[in-house]
């Protein structure tokens, strides 16, 4: 598999739009599926809902998540472009 850095909001064939997140100018522009390298050197997408988790709703609410998370991080899994088969695993935050 081939993961062209540059493109950036392309779309494949079920609209999920796919790229490096590094060219967005805020979260919200980053695309639906970013491109990542697994924990053994694959090359392939992560879903960004995956990468930024659960999200708070009050300010208790962050604490509780904060509080919860694993000091070794997290792992998510990693797709293919069509984001539908996972290809291996992307670890996230720890140490």
Do not use: W
Not at 20 to 32: G, K, L, Q, V, Y
Not at 47 to 57: A, F, H, S, V
């Amino acid at each position: 598999m081939f993961l062209n850095p540059f493109i950036y909001n392309s779309f494949h064939k079920n609209g999920q739009t796919y790229g490096s997140s590094s060219d967005a100018a805020s979260p919200e522009a980053e695309p639906e599926l970013i491109s990542a390298i697994g924990v053994d050197g694959t090359a392939g997408y992560v879903l960004k809902k995956d990468l930024d988790g659960e999200q708070p709703k009050s300010p208790q609410d962050a604490i509780a998540i904060q509080n919860s998370r694993s000091p070794d991080g997290r792992d998510i899994p990693l797709y293919d472009v069509e984001g539908t088969t996972v290809i291996g695993v992307f670890h996230v935050g720890g140490k």
